[in-house]
Structures are given as C-alpha cells and as structure tokens.
C-alpha cells in the first residue's frame, strides 16, 4: 500500500472497554505477547468478532523507540470487566475521542498509514495531536487471514 492511496477522514469514537496485556521491551519480540494475549483470548471465549474487536494502543514508534522501551498495549474490547488473572491482563478504557482515521491494507510489519497520519497529514490538516497515543484496530486477525488482506485501522486522536 502506498502512502498516496490513504484516505483520511475524521470520525467520533466511542468509548471502549477493553482488556489489556502490557507490552514493554523490543518490537522484534512483540509476537511473543501477542501469543500469550490470544492464548488469554481464546481461554475465556474472547475470539475475535464485533463484541470482541482486537485493538492495539501504541505509546511510541516502533522504529525509534530507544532499545527495549516499545510500548503497546494489546488489547481486546469486553463488554464486562476481567477478573484478576495469572496472566497480568487488566482492564482499562480507551475513552471517547475525535480521531482522524486511515486504513492500512496489508501487512502489520509496517503500517504506512501510522507515518502516513504522523508525518504527512498531520502538520497539514490544522489540526492538534491529543495527549493520547495512536492507537489501530485490527479489523480481520487470526492465522486464516492473507497478509494482503490484513485491514488496520489507524486512529490519530485529536484536540
């Protein structure tokens, strides 16, 4: 996907309860959490569908975020709050927001539109970044997905 095909438009999110597994360290071990969260996912019934959308809120950019300081939190919309687990999966809200949005097809190694939002949209839209951070939706996941039809959704919050 080529950063000239993303479009963007400017939506209202709605507040979203979601569990949460914290990740901290290198982007190259990502898959690593990722694994665990899903084997959690699939241990209490939270297979990915429109009750259960898989999001992942991105605190820094994978590409310069200094040597084991990636954070993301993994994350997966519930509609009740999760039990204290062995797992260390907690509970947390992403709130609502005005968030400017792009779809990425394609493959998660490298999401164009996140740079593309960041460094292209942004600084010419006359809009503010908000205090809080990217975050995507991943729209289709699971291991039956082609890495060229994988879809992301990208949200930029804004003031």
Partial sequence: MS??????????FPETKV????????????????ARFVAWRKLNGLPPSALHRSYGVHYNDPRS????????DLCVSVSEDVPANEMGVLNKII?????????????RDNV?????????WLPQSGE???D??????????????????????VYLPLR
């Fill in 3 to 12: 950063m000239a095909e993303i479009q963007v438009s400017i939506v209202d």
């Fill in 19 to 34: 569990a949460v597994l914290e990740y901290i360290g290198s982007p190259k071990l990502e898959h690593e959490a990722v």
């Fill in 65 to 72: 975020a200094p040597v084991g300081e990636y954070r993301v």
């Fill in 95 to 107: 709130s609502a927001r005005r968030c400017a949005v792009a779809r990425h097809i394609g493959s």
């Fill in 112 to 120: 164009v539109a996140a740079a593309y939002l960041y460094e292209q």
């Fill in 128 to 130: 503010q970044q908000s």
């Fill in 132 to 153: 809080f951070p990217l975050f995507f939706h991943y729209v289709n996941v699971g291991p039956h997905i082609a890495v060229q039809d994988m879809l992301t959704d």
